[in-house]
């Protein structure tokens, strides 16, 4: 199954890191990473089902209005990225959050 790719790009480190945080937070994702793409404008990644993605993105937008001087500059969701994007782009699971990516375990339930 090809994991759909989100995307909000934003002015700032701490505003990346709140969106990055409410991202996680909000939805079954996995942070890929960060990408300083030019003075100060950070893309913050993330990857998931597209359910997932969507309303991971919707949280990290709002999020931004929690920063003081926080800016979304685009955000963008491609459902299922070709291939190749994953050998030019920093957007595949590396074995660093691979442990993030495992099944939430419940505890069995108590006996009655």
Known sequence: MTLALGM???YGIPTAVEVGDAM????????????????GQI???IRGTIGEVN???TAGVNAVLRVDG???LSHHIIPRPHENLEYILPIHRSV??????ADIRFPPPLSV
């Open 70 to 72: 926080g800016e979304v």
């Open 8 to 10: 909000i790009e934003v």
């Open 24 to 39: 996680c937070k909000a939805a079954r994702v996995t942070l890929v990473g960060y990408e300083n793409t030019d003075l």
């Open 43 to 45: 893309t913050v990644l």
């Open 55 to 57: 309303v991971a993105v």
């Open 96 to 101: 660093n959050i691979e442990q993030f990516s």
